[in-house]
């Protein structure tokens, strides 16, 4: 068991245990302190199910919730595990319903901007995001990234890159920033600037950041190798992040699929991506990979080489995940 998974069950003995010794307890002032343990124990449960994929675990222990106690948290809540379900129209219903009732919840326009963003819409999630900065109270830089990305994707990346050197400036220790302004770079045809940036985020990267900037990070660094024709430094890169991450995202495959192609080594290209789709079975975008991949390797008209994709799209896959403010 690793440690992510000793930390879930850990958290699932917790909650019951304090579940059990609720529903034992006469006195009332125990009980109201007891209760709060457990419905803190509850949403700390409910977001650490949805990381680890257990959606409908995760959407029970939200839906059951007080909307007087935790409306905003329950409605959000609901909403992630409803989105990671795919069923994007009950979680824009409730998401539409939660703002009519919290009409200046940062969150929650949040979370609509991230559905947005993750259906290819990035001109409405750039109307959530300014709506969240506009409700931010505590000014999260997560809120002007968030814009940054919805730039991104609308192509406006002049005005993507001030937001990014503005949260450079202000916060050098953060290194996703650094990794999305390597983005930024690499999606506007300078790879050599992307590598740049990508080392500068390697730098300030530690064991106490998040995953997803690790995978971006490395996802980077290998697909601004491969542009500037790196190949041997793509393979160590790509080889080392799936060492580091093995459960994090499919972009990392398909990096090393690349890397892999561009040395000529059909074969461990083809294993490379067989290993993505074993771990990622319901990756669409990695299974037709892997088809086209065998297909051409299987028709000896179309020499020993098959075609890759091109630049992997970062931002097409990395932002696949759902982020939640």
């Known amino acids: 068991m690793n440690s992510k998974q000793s930390e879930l069950k850990t958290l699932k003995e917790e909650y019951l245990m304090a579940a059990r010794r609720l529903s034992r307890v006469k006195s009332e002032a125990k009980r109201r302190?007891?209760?709060?343990?457990?419905?803190?124990?509850k949403i700390n449960l409910g977001w650490t199910l949805?990381?680890?994929?257990?959606?409908?675990?995760?959407l029970v222990l939200f839906e059951s919730l007080s909307w007087r106690d935790f409306g905003e948290t329950k409605y959000n809540g609901i909403a992630r595990a409803l989105i990671e379900m795919k069923h994007y129209g009950e979680a824009r219903k409730i998401l539409e319903e939660g703002l009519k009732e919290l009409p200046e919840s940062c969150v929650l326009w949040t979370c609509l901007g991230n559905l947005n963003e993750g259906l290819g819409d990035h001109f409405e999630s750039l109307i959530c995001y300014e709506a969240a900065i506009r409700c931010d109270t505590e000014k999260d830089p997560g809120t002007l990234l968030n814009k940054a990305l919805a730039l991104m994707g609308l192509g406006s990346h002049t005005d993507a890159v001030s937001i990014l050197n503005h949260l450079i400036d202000e916060y050098p220790e953060e290194p996703l920033y650094f990794a999305e302004r390597g983005n930024c770079a690499l999606e506007t045809g300078y790879?050599?600037?992307?590598?740049?940036?990508?080392?500068?985020?390697?730098?300030?990267y530690s064991e106490s950041s998040d995953m997803h900037t690790g995978v971006c990070i490395y996802a980077g660094l290998c697909s601004a190798y491969i542009e500037l024709g790196m190949k041997r430094e793509a393979i160590v890169t790509a080889l080392e992040g799936l060492k580091r991450f093995p459960d994090g995202y499919p972009v990392l495959y398909y990096n090393a699929a690349a890397a892999f192609s561009g040395m000529?080594?059909?074969e461990e290209m083809l294993e490379i991506l067989k290993k993505g789709v074993e771990k990622?079975?319901?990756d669409e975008d990695l299974n037709e990979f892997l088809r086209e991949v065998e297909d051409d390797m299987d028709d000896p008209d179309k020499g020993d080489n098959p075609p890759i994709l091109g630049l992997l799209l970062l931002m097409a896959l990395i932002h696949k995940k759902w982020r939640k403010k």
């Open 50 to 58: 949805l990381d680890h994929a257990e959606y409908e675990q995760g």
């Open 280 to 282: 990622f079975a319901e």
């Open 33 to 41: 302190e007891l209760k709060e343990h457990v419905d803190d124990l």
């Open 264 to 266: 000529g080594w059909g």
């Open 191 to 204: 790879p050599l600037e992307a590598l740049q940036y990508y080392q500068e985020a390697m730098a300030v």
